[in-house]
């Protein structure tokens, strides 16, 4: 059934390509069944390289004919491969006639139909499934794309670029035109044909020059579009003013589908949008949802300069576009958030991300560099290690040469690289040359081990105090462990911003020995070798060292602090993420203390004290709170330890959060009351911390209710969950009765979807909610494997399948794995019958295996046998092969 095999591409095996195909005219004639595609195309020998055939990719396609120069020409099929011995060495024309079957196209990769309409996603290696291509992104062709469908059916027609002209045809058919007058790789062309409606803005740009912005999607999602297309203009001003870079283009699109294997794509001037990440009303999205779409409606926008104009010569340079994009958008949701608090819960929202995400993936069997140096299959490298340390590599640019510098850098990389497809060496020289004699152009060639060493570095910090000298010696000693295929790792260039503190909290002046005076109270050393020690003078007392701060690198800290050291810091550090660190730190200590030990978690009074005085505290605001009375992911606390047993952690952050609910009940309830948002609904970041602070307390008053069998707080909170006027309201109060296992989950749940039938991206929330309840005596299990059976459930949308089984598999430790291996059974069926639909998203869902090493016994050899079943069937994709097989290396 699948043909071709499994080769490993190589990052040094890297080769020009043959041909450069300068322009492509393509026809469609789109009918579900069988779409005809008839491609023309300039093409000419890259006399760079040596002399050879021209080799088309192509896949699941059905050719009808090959013309060169309008001549019949000889050609032979291997594998995924058209091979033309006799191109001629002069420029030529070829034209390619072939079809394909978007309505069986289950992969959702190459041009597919979902509710009826045509859609496309072309990247990474999608356009060989639309037709015979040099599918590879050096090479940039000028598109010109025609479309013939069905008008009743298909009323809107879509490409890439400007339209050119649109008309009607016989038989009730009609035509458009369309042009893109920038050349590009064949991954970021697209089209779309079907029943849409479009919210439409025109805007006027600081250049002065007038824009289209339009946001297709299905009749009657039109009122969800609104946030979206405030999200897009923002971001079009924020790149503006922030880095210079304007919109190239008259029109701006943007259309959402239902089903969509990501998040979105970013198509010249068509970005296709997954309806999950671009729908929104207070009624039916969170603000978390909110805050979501805003960034990647920002993300996709973004690419348009940082991927679009200056693309990828390989994919093996993933992270040039992905890590630079994502760092793009961090920063504009930051610079959205607007006070300096709510800019710390974005860099806390993003590290926290990172850390449960990225972390686990660079430990496990599917750890590479931000660059690999070889693949598979490229869609599994589509990671949190290509697109968020891809980003946090960015941020330490900045970081080392300034804001102004990095600014100066990005102006370099498009005077030097626009239209073409570069290499991230590409990138780091121009931010190097910009920026002669900084921290960062003095050590290049060491700071691009980034790039190529996989692992998360620790960094261990000890610092000494001499009262006598009042000198302060901090020690920074750095490793990488081993990864896969790489054993030894060579220093890491670690920028690392700090600050001192007195025990009772006061900022120190910060002057290193050799140094004239002191530069201020906060600084950022750079660590480059194995060990370095760093001597501070004049330092009036023994002070507390607040480390990383901002998490000014993406490495591991051991900074030895004390209890007491870290209550200084969560009570005084000006450095809101290390506060929150601080948190994290003081819950970690204890929760690993308790799994380690096997004895049961107890918290003591100063820890307790120390979060009721978060809770109370007078200037903290709302969101900084919720997140740091929020205990760490239990992803997040497996990576601690060396051998992991799910139910251990579990219970240790089970105990941990009911001991908080019970010690801090009324300061839960005064909280609760206190964050209340009267005015009308906007998901900011004022009211959306307010409102995930009453969220966190109502979970948490449930919670100590249903343990004490007290019906008070289940009641107030069906009551709010009946009545909320949104969605974050609502669906945190039914989070609070389903985690807490209340009586009143059941109706809840049973209410909830009667009043959101047929509203997908809410039943998703449904089934996700239900999906990801804390275990309790088996129930969350059994529950997900009865609501597979639910006449809502389907494994053919992605946004259905995660909303069920990726909940269970990859965000519910306890529920999944099982004693007696019925978690693993049952995620290795679902890896294989989604194998069978849709290869990238079974493959995704095999990653949830990738640390089955670690994991105590009696869970490792039941993971190891569930993996091995996997990997024994016959037929699997590529996709699931490379991961199946990489766990078992
Ligand atoms: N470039 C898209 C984005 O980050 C994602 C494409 C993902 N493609 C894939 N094959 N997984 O905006
Ligand atoms: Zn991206």
Redesign the pocket.
């Known amino acids: 059934m699948r043909e071709g095999s499994a080769t490993l591409i190589r990052r040094e095996d890297y080769l020009a390509p043959a041909f450069w195909i300068r322009t492509v005219d393509l026809t469609f004639d789109l009918e579900p069944a069988k779409t005809l595609v008839t491609s023309k195309m300039q093409i000419e020998r890259n006399s760079a390289v040596p002399h050879g055939p021209l080799r088309l990719h192509g896949e699941e396609l059905n050719l009808l004919r090959v013309l060169i120069n309008g001549d019949s020409v000889s050609f032979r099929q291997e594998g995924h491969e058209l091979i033309i011995e006799g191109a001629p060495d002069a420029d030529f024309t070829l034209e390619i006639r072939n079809s394909c079957a978007p309505e069986k196209n289950t992969s959702l990769s190459g041009l597919y139909t979902s509710g009826g309409s045509f859609f496309t996603q072309c990247?990474?290696e999608g356009f060989r499934r639309i037709t015979y291509f040099l599918d590879r992104p050096d090479v940039m062709a000028v598109y010109s794309v025609h479309l013939r469908a069905d008008k009743a059916k298909y009323p809107v027609l879509l490409s890439n670029g400007n339209l050119l002209e649109a008309g009607e045809l016989d038989n009730g058919r009609h035509f458009a035109k369309w042009h893109d007058p920038f050349p590009k790789p064949s991954y970021l062309f697209a089209l779309v044909a079907g029943d849409l409606v479009a919210r439409e803005q025109r805007i006027r740009t600081r250049a002065g020059k007038d824009h289209l912005l339009q946001v297709f999607v299905r009749r009657g999602d039109l009122e969800k579009t609104e946030h979206a297309m405030n999200s897009l203009i923002a971001s079009i001003v924020w790149d503006e003013a922030r880095f210079k870079l304007p919109l190239d283009l008259e029109r701006f699109m943007v259309v959402g589908v239902s089903d969509f294997?990501?998040?979105?794509?970013?198509n010249k001037g068509l970005n296709i949008f997954n309806t999950s990440a671009l729908l929104a009303s207070p009624a039916t999205a969170t603000d978390a949802d909110f805050h979501r779409i805003e960034s990647i409606v920002a993300?996709?926008y973004f690419?348009n300069w940082t991927?679009n104009r200056v693309t990828c010569r390989d994919w093996f340079q993933l992270s040039l576009k992905?890590g630079l994009?994502v760092f793009r958008d961090q920063e504009f949701s930051m610079d959205m958030a607007a006070t300096p608090s709510a800019r710390a819960v974005c860099r806390i929202q993003d590290v926290r991300q990172l850390r449960a995400m990225q972390f686990p993936e660079d430990s496990g069997a599917m750890a590479h560099p931000v660059r690999p140096d070889s693949y598979v299959e490229i869609?599994n490298f589509?990671t949190a290690t290509v697109?968020d340390k891809g980003s946090e590599v960015v941020r330490m640019y900045q970081t080392l040469v300034g804001r102004a510098g990095f600014e100066a850098g990005m102006k370099l990389y498009f005077e030097r690289h626009d239209g073409q497809a570069v290499t991230c060496d590409d990138f780091a020289q121009a931010i190097a040359d910009a920026n002669p004699g900084s921290a960062l152009t003095t050590r290049l060639d060491a700071f691009k081990r980034w790039y190529s060493q996989a692992g998360t570095p620790h960094l261990q910090a000890r610092g000494s105090y001499d009262a006598e000298a009042r000198t302060y010696t901090l020690t920074l000693k750095q490793s990488t462990p081993a990864t896969p295929g790489q054993a030894d790792k060579l220093p890491q260039v670690i920028p690392v911003a700090l600050g001192l503190l007195t025990h009772e909290g006061q900022a120190l002046p910060l002057q290193l020995q050799g140094e004239a005076a002191a530069a201020g109270t906060e600084r950022v050393l750079v660590l480059d070798q194995a060990e370095q020690s760093f001597v501070f003078v004049e330092v009036a007392s023994a002070p507390v060292p607040s480390l990383l701060r901002g998490f000014s690198a993406p490495v591991v800290l051991d900074d030895g602090l004390s209890d007491a050291e870290l209550l200084t810091l969560l009570k005084h550090d000006s450095d809101a993420f290390n506060r929150w660190e601080a948190s994290q730190r003081l819950a970690l200590n204890r929760i690993l203390a308790a799994v380690r030990s096997g004895a049961p978690l107890v918290l003591d009074a100063a820890y307790i004290e120390a979060m009721r005085a978060v809770l109370r505290h007078a200037e903290l605001d709302a969101a900084f709170k919720e997140l740091a009375l929020t205990l760490p992911g239990e992803a997040y606390i497996a990576e601690q330890l060396d051998v992991v047993d799910p139910q251990a952690i579990h219970a240790a952050v089970e105990a941990a959060r009911l001991q908080l609910a019970q010690a801090l009940a009324t300061d839960w309830a005064e909280a609760y009351e206190a964050h209340q948002v009267k005015a009308g609904y906007a998901p900011d970041p004022v009211q959306s911390g307010r409102r995930a602070l009453a969220n966190l307390a109502l979970a948490m008053l449930v919670l100590n209710a249903t343990q004490s069998g007290d019906s008070v707080w289940p009641g107030r909170a069906y009551q709010r969950f009946k009545d909320a006027g949104n969605m974050t309201d609502r669906l945190g109060a039914l989070s609070a009765l389903v985690a807490a296992h209340a009586e009143l989950a059941e109706p809840a749940l049973a209410r909830f979807h009667a009043l959101f039938k047929g509203d997908e991206l809410v039943i998703d929330k449904w089934f996700a909610l239900q999906g990801r309840t804390p275990e309790l005596d088996g129930k969350s299990f059994a529950r997900v494997k009865q609501l597979m059976q639910h006449p809502d459930f389907t494994l053919k949308n992605p946004n259905r399948a995660r909303s069920l089984i990726f909940s269970l598999c990859m965000f519910n430790p306890a529920a999944f794995h099982r004693k007696d291996a019925a978690g693993y059974v049952f995620w290795a069926e679902q890896v294989l019958a989604l194998d069978a639909i849709n290869p990238?998203i079974a493959s995704r869902l095999a990653r949830v295996m990738d640390r089955w090493t670690v994991l105590a016994e009696p869970y490792r050899s039941a993971a190891r046998e569930a993996i091995a079943r996997v990997a024994a069937k016959a037929d699997l994709s590529n996709d699931v092969r490379e991961i199946v097989e990489r766990a078992l290396a």
């Not at 294997?261 to 970013?266: D, W, Y």
């Open positions: 990247e990474a294997n990501m998040g979105a794509m970013e993300h996709e690419h991927g992905e994009t869609n589509y697109y990238q």
